[in-house]
């Protein structure tokens, strides 16, 4: 009976709902927990034990698990602890009144150092209070009752390595000069040229060694930025490795809040990307970041200064490289682009990819700036092609910014400029015939224009177009043009027919001596 009623409880359940509460939330009472026990034995008891019930008690509604991120992870941070010596440390000790024996030393690097009397001693790893004591030991077998008084004089260069989704990941070596602090997390990455785009510094990874085991610690830098706890901007020791994780998927908000961070993502360098499909020149790119000056007043102290008159000091602003800038740089997108799905693929430090799906019509739509995306070295731009598109969206988008800044027509026939022509983007039939000129006064038919379209898909689309220049932007009569749209302005009727005379007689005429006499002649 007794096994039967263990087995109906199953316990498991009962452990695991238990040591989550141990984990996140150590401050919890005891008597709150044994409650929490009670609670579960005697849902048990009831016939709820099963584990699907027993997994549902203290379970958040499901509108609350919407409200948890993956940024809410929770930090287990390294406890604040002594400096402990290591090779390179230089330490002065004082023996009272046995100066013979005080001096300055230097710890080998097998992590001992020679004292006078005692011979070679292991420090490393130990504190100055416990190197007081462990001296104290030694020197009480010749001394009576020593007073050892040991003190760090010149710390050792701190060996610090960073690796994941830092711009320069590596080993660095950090000089501690007098009187000057440890070095941060956060001034260490900065040291690393700053994050990537798609860093996830909420679960800093650090790893650091104690003896002969290594502790391992989860840092969240989110806290740090968003809620101000400078507890996450731990202070590092010798040897900690600090391992900064790739995301799953990058979200251009934080991007965009991390570029404002001392410490976040960096743009000094230029970065090669590759950019694709519906643009006039695909190929590799270098782009460098952007550098805007701004000018500041500098105020002095002194009642000297009055109002108005403080220097001016030039600041440079380091602006990150976007997906506009690049598809700008390669010529623009063409008419048939399909913005709403531009792919940006990328690889992360782990060597996974990303794939971004970018839709810049909201950009050009609602102004969302985060839909124009920070790119980082690598990056592969693809847009592909529209299935359709109406005018109105053909309209807004050959004014946007990453569209080719200007087009070419080719106007053709009855005008008195003809040929190809430069023209702003999202130009009329009209601005085109008035570009090459306008209408040829006495050849051309001014109620008759022929638009020639090549298509993507390879064919020819021919419209017969009556203009009217006293409209503006119309799909009849003045339609807005594309790149390499040909405008052929057809010959009059009266002008066909004189053409044709000329023709038919100037065999004849040439016999006769020419002009409209030879005409004349013939006629007689």
């Not at 008084?149 to 060996?159: E, F, G, M, W, Y």
Request: net charge negative.
């Amino acid at each position: 009976m007794k096994n039967l009623l263990l087995t109906a409880l199953d316990f498991s359940p009962l452990v695991n709902a238990m040591l989550p509460l141990n984990l996140l939330n150590p401050s919890q009472s005891l008597p709150s927990k044994l409650g929490g026990a009670a609670l579960l034995i005697a849902a048990a008891w009831a016939g709820l034990g099963t584990p699907e019930a027993l997994a549902q008690i203290g379970s958040p509604a499901p509108g609350q698990l919407q409200q948890f991120t993956f940024q809410n992870t929770p930090s287990v941070l390294p406890p604040e602890s002594e400096y402990t010596l290591g090779p390179g440390d230089r330490l002065r000790v004082d023996i009272l009144q046995v100066e013979g024996l005080s001096g300055e030393y230097q710890v080998l690097v097998d992590g001992t150092v020679g004292f006078p009397l005692i011979g070679t001693v292991r420090v490393a790893d130990l504190t100055i209070p416990e190197l007081n004591q462990l001296l104290a030991s030694q020197y009480a077998k010749y001394i009576r009752r020593p007073l050892v008084t040991a003190i760090l004089t010149s710390p050792r260069p701190l060996n610090i390595t960073l690796s994941g989704e830092v711009n320069s990941p590596g080993a660095y070596a950090l000089a501690i000069e007098g009187g000057q602090k440890f070095p941060t997390l956060t001034q260490v990455i900065q040291q690393a040229g700053g994050l990537t785009p798609v860093s996830d510094i909420s679960r800093v990874q650090l790893r650091r060694q104690k003896g002969n085991y290594q502790e391992n610690y989860s840092i969240n830098l989110w806290e740090l930025l968003r809620e101000g706890n400078s507890r996450q901007n731990v202070t590092l020791r010798d040897g900690d490795v600090v391992v900064i994780p790739s995301k799953t998927a990058t979200d251009p908000r934080e991007v965009r809040q991390l570029a404002d961070a001392n410490f976040g993502i960096r743009f000094e360098q230029e970065i090669n990307v590759a950019v694709i499909g519906e643009i006039f020149r695909p190929g590799s790119y270098k782009l460098s970041p952007a550098i805007r000056a701004s000018s500041i007043t500098e105020v002095s102290g002194d009642n000297s200064n009055r109002a108005g008159t403080g220097s001016r000091a030039n600041v440079e602003n380091t602006q990150p490289v976007r997906l506009t800038q690049a598809i700008q740089e390669a010529g623009g997108i063409k008419s048939q682009a399909d913005i709403r799905n531009v792919e940006v693929r990328r690889e992360n430090r782990d060597g996974n990819f990303e794939l971004i799906v970018v839709n810049l019509w909201e950009l050009l739509d609602e102004g969302n700036l985060d839909k124009d995306v920070i790119l980082q070295n690598g990056d592969v731009i693809t847009v592909p092609q529209a299935k359709e598109l109406s005018p109105n969206e053909f309209e807004a988008i050959a004014t946007a910014n990453f569209s080719p800044r200007s087009i070419t027509v080719n106007v053709v026939g009855e005008v008195r400029r003809g040929g190809a022509i430069q023209l702003q983007p999202n130009s009329t039939l009209n601005q085109a015939i008035l570009a090459a000129g306008s209408f040829d006064p006495v050849r051309a038919d001014k109620a008759s224009v022929d638009l020639i379209r090549l298509n993507p898909d390879g064919t020819v689309t021919k419209l017969n177009i009556a203009p009217d220049f006293s409209l503006n932007i119309s799909s009849d009569k003045n339609p807005t043009l594309r790149n390499n749209d040909v405008v052929l302005v057809n010959t009059s009727g009266l002008t066909q027919a004189t053409d044709t005379l000329r023709e038919l007689f100037s065999p004849v005429g040439a016999l006769l001596g020419g002009g409209v006499l030879s005409l004349i002649n013939i006629l007689n």
